[in-house]
């Protein structure tokens, strides 16, 4: 197996982990002491990933009994969407079940022979991908609707199984380029209160020495209160350092080169977290100076003056949103690879995903679309913003092997 492929498997066991570790609850549980019937692979979790790169793309389903039965059963199974709904509502999760035309069952019916307890297999075939909506984590739930020729039932944890779709999406994404460091102000702006502050950065060429490399902004108009993202400050060994609004603090995880992350800044005016792939990695009492901000202005790098090299930090990055709410644990997990980009609070949305060009498209609708013709920086570090046209032929697009995500 090449590289690429023990990392693509290895992002697939780590989702499987996950569902098992947060999918399980309200679900009846699992007693193998009781006689009965359970869909195969719901004993540690009814929610299933179900790896789909290309299609049409198959998973094999069974039913099986706790005992060896004593005449043939006939099991019927039906794909029921509806149950989507009513799993988000016990367990918090936003998904979405799977277009219906994007879905075939092979046979409603599979048969468990006398003396056996393992049944026959039907197919479960997603046979296209056309209408899913990039950022959405579809689901597929087949349930067991009928057994015929037994009176033992259904294991109450085991009776639906959930085969949570997880794509292969390869995306573009900006090499940062000092060249191109510089600002963009919007004509109009976002009120925040409260917020969530996300982005997906690849880390390059971190290096533990006692100067920032700092990368990112999100501001008002005039700087007065932002958010600056930088390493490697006060010497602090790859470790993130977040300011927000006066607010500072230092990530507990020693950032490494060579992966991707998912950066999520919360605040929910009370508490201002970092999140680093889903995870809870640091947290301060903290809120917004004045109790709110107006973003109005991005700095793409470290534009001031002579920094844009002194700072400069290597990497690449993409998946900018910015949401007017504190976003849950369980709601940052579900966009490792993206957002659906109608998500409710979902103010500002940059995907970096036009792989040609200088003009980023808000993909939220809400009209933040950049063109980074018409940046401007403070050069001469005396407070005069000059326009940066050529900023914009800085930019570099990039899309290879790493630039993989398993949605």
């Known amino acids: 197996m090449n590289i690429k492929n023990h990392i693509i498997s290895a992002a697939l066991l780590l989702l499987m982990g996950g569902s098992m570790l947060t999918s399980c609850k309200n679900d009846g549980g699992f007693d193998y002491d009781h006689a009965g019937f359970y869909i195969s692979d719901t004993e540690a979790s009814p929610v299933v990933t179900f790896a789909v790169e290309d299609t049409p793309a198959s998973y094999n389903l069974t039913v099986q009994s706790t ?9 019927s199974l039906a794909i029921d969407l509806a149950k989507v709904e009513e799993y988000n509502k016990l367990n918090g999760t936003s998904y979405q079940p799977i277009p219906q035309n994007a879905v075939q069952l092979e046979s409603n019916q599979v ?11 039907t197919a479960v075939r997603v046979v ?13 739930p087949v349930s067991v609707t009928q057994v015929s020729g037994s009176n033992n039932e259904v294991l109450p944890g085991s009776k639906t199984i959930y ?9 573009f994404s900006i090499q940062a380029n000092s060249n191109a460091s ?34 990112l902004a999100l501001e008002q108009e005039d700087e007065s209160k932002s958010l600056l993202l930088r390493f490697n400050e006060a010497n602090a060994d790859n470790k993130l350092q977040v ?18 992350y998912l950066l999520s800044i919360v605040c929910d005016g009370s508490n201002i977290s970092l999140y680093v792939n889903g995870e809870l990695d640091a947290s301060i009492t903290g809120s917004i100076e004045g109790g709110s901000l107006d973003f109005k202005r991005y700095e793409m790098g470290m534009s001031w003056g002579g920094y844009t090299e002194r700072q400069f930090f290597a990497h690449r990055f993409c998946e900018i949103r910015i949401w007017d709410y504190a976003r849950s644990a369980t709601e940052i997990k579900g966009g490792m690879c993206g957002v659906d980009p109608k998500s409710e609070g979902l103010k500002a949305y940059w995907k970096f995903n036009e792989g040609e060009g200088h003009i980023f498209k808000d993909a939220s609708g809400n009209g933040f679309d950049m063109d980074w013709s018409k940046t401007s920086r403070d050069i001469r570090e005396n407070g005069v913003m000059v326009a940066t046209p050529d900023a914009a032929n800085a930019i570099q697009w990039v899309k290879d092997d790493i630039n993989k995500c398993v949605q």
């Not at 005992?67 to 099991?75: F, H, I, P, R, Y």
């Not at 048969?111 to 297999?121: D, E, F, L, R, V």
């Not at 004509?187 to 969530?196: A, E, F, N, Q, R």
């Open 163 to 171: 085969l949570k779709i997880s794509r292969i999406i390869n995306f």
């Open 128 to 140: 296209s991908t056309e209408d899913f909506t990039e950022g959405v984590t579809y689901v597929i």
């Open 243 to 260: 300011i927000l609004s006066g607010n500072r603090f230092l990530s507990n995880t020693e950032f490494e080169n060579g992966q991707w």
């Open 67 to 75: 005992k060896q039965v004593d005449n043939d059963v006939t099991v």
């Open 182 to 215: 510089s600002n963009f102000i919007f004509d109009k702006t976002i009120p925040l209160s409260t917020l969530t502050y996300e982005m997906k950065i690849y880390p390059q060429k971190l290096n533990r020495t006692n100067y920032p490399q700092r990368f």
């Open 111 to 121: 048969t468990i022979k006398a003396g056996t307890a393992m049944s026959t297999s």
